[in-house]
């Protein structure tokens, strides 16, 4: 009987591999005749085409459906027919399962002259024997767990023994999270291409050397990465790289870059899963946990300043616990610090805000040390770690300062601070809110404060005209031209116009400014979940292929990148929209929690630990300081610039590594810590 379970449970596991392989692969696809010639006008340059075989775009995996006519041209799937109106030129989808809705393609003749083509997809087993297979594996599964040699058949035994074999599945887990943990990042990277991360990517990575990639994003992530791509792109073109020109990188450079990016992540996140708990079940389950954190994954997968300020983040914070718990060696932990740190803010200047946690953490030890009872719960010598930890944040922003000057000289660019460019869509977004009567009021009374004349220019043409990017930046150029000010030294007396007209409307602390700095405090959230972050990253890469309508000869650099193009970039966030992966499992009438709702409960279990004092110095004070220093850095963020999805990705850091930490502490004291072979 036990043979025949097995022969049925390895059966359908078989089965159902098969299928999510073919799925996601098309290993075994089915081709379709579709007549070209058949094509009924549905509107300009819109086409409708009745299938003589229904197919189901839900239950196919959507990124493998394509299209071809006679002449090969392929036309790209989306799941959203409103894409089809809105952006047309080469996309297709299917309509209630019998009809395709084709956008006119790029080139060539109209479609009814295109004879036959042929619509291909994965060849899929049927969703009811699919269902009767995810049955009879459970089935096998849980008759085998019940067949096994028991001293009762009574229910507590089945459940003890049940709470075993889980337990033992998450030990398994535990001992090797870097091969769970590595499975997102495969995924990613079989079935999306890599994305680009729209303008601010052109600047970091392709343009030259300017006040962009040197001052304005730190120079740090914007030449440094460009080292990884020409370690990818020297297997095809065997050239030097020139890191301070303009940039053309192969596709096989950018696929490295974002390898790269994936495999610190897993680095990263496998090393805080070892540092949250020694308890191997306990870290199996945080394994999974990150294991569905897709915004994580998908963020990595985008050519841009974030994915290393995110993998910079977990290890600082991975580092950091290490040395407070003292777990590993010191030096190396010291050495992957401030390392961490470095990287941080080599990537977003913002980032600085996390050099802090461990400071306070440390200073927090060395008030309490002497007014608890047991000193020993706390870490030896506090203040000189304190004080460790404050050398090693100067460090990072000397070494960062350092390279952004020597850059700057060696491009012949006048140092100054490019924030103000940041600080005037805020201004903006809170003058927008105030008549232009009350504006224009507003600004004379800041430019008659100031004794600075062309930071008086500033503040009169951000009140009248709008943000830098509005027109402030064309009319204020101007306006120094006519005082004689040229070249890089007017580009510098602009911004040092900028940053002083910008610090003069933030320091009003207006009720209107401060009403709309909490509004978007609130989005962050309310309004943000892992869905949306994942999503993110797509919807951003989706603007490129615009933005190519408007200056095509600018991404001449990323033509190897197809992904940039339309109407492949909306394709893409059309597909990424049906991945259950990305998008989360959800249940009916129940949408994915906001970061608000995971942030209540984290700080419920970390007040949990801190009233029955379980892990209260060990693990809740270093989880709500973790936490503070997130919400800090999402704050300040918004200080700067209006709300953006992917502003509250250290917020959602921050969130996990605190919620896991708060959890571990829960535990603390409850039980022995799993010894190694158990």
Known sequence: MRALFLFVAIGSFTLLSGNWVNATFSIWSRSVPVGFANAELDAPGIYRIRLTIPVDQNRIFSSRIGLQDADHDKFLHTPKTKSVYAVGRGLFTIEKQHSLLIAQPTSGAPLPARGRGVLMFPLLIPSRIVGFAFFLLCLSSVALCCFLPFPTWKVNCLARRFVVLVTWCLRMLGRHPLVVLSLPSAYLLSVYPPLWKDVDALVQLILPASIGNTYHFPSLFCFGARLIVWLGDCFLTWKWPDLLGLQKPTLLGIYALVVAQHLALVLSLGLLCKVLTRREWLRGAFVVGFF???????????CGSEAWSLCATIFLFAFGLRIYSDHGSRIINWIGYGSSLVLAIGSRHVNLLLGFWLIALYMIATFMRPRIGQPSELPPRPLLKAGLAVVLLAVALFSNSYLNRYIANW????????????????????????????RAKLGQELAATTSDHNARLAILDQATIGSFYKGTNVILEEQLKAEGFAGEHLQAVKDRAMIKATLAYLETLHPVLLRVIWKDCLKGFTETSNASLAEEPFAENSGVGRYRLDNPDLWNPLDELSSTFLPESVAWLDRSGTDAYLKGMTIKGLKNPQLGLI???????????????????????????????????????????????????????????????????????TEKPDKKGT
């Open 411 to 438: 491009a012949g660019i006048e140092p100054r601070t490019t924030l103000g460019h940041t600080l005037s869509d805020r201004i903006d977004s809170f003058l927008a809110q105030i008549g232009p009567v009350e």
């Open 599 to 669: 942030l209540v409960i984290t700080l419920l279990l970390i007040g949990l630990c801190l009233w029955n004092r379980r892990g209260m110095w060990n693990r809740a004070i270093p989880a709500l300081l973790i936490l503070l220093t997130g919400i800090g850095v999402f704050a300040a963020t918004m200080i700067c610039v209006y709300f953006m999805q992917r502003y509250a990705l250290p917020l959602w850091v921050s969130i996990l590594v605190a919620l896991t930490l708060a959890i571990e502490g829960l535990f603390e004291g």
């Open 292 to 302: 569905f954190a897709s915004s994580l994954y998908t963020n990595a997968h985008l």
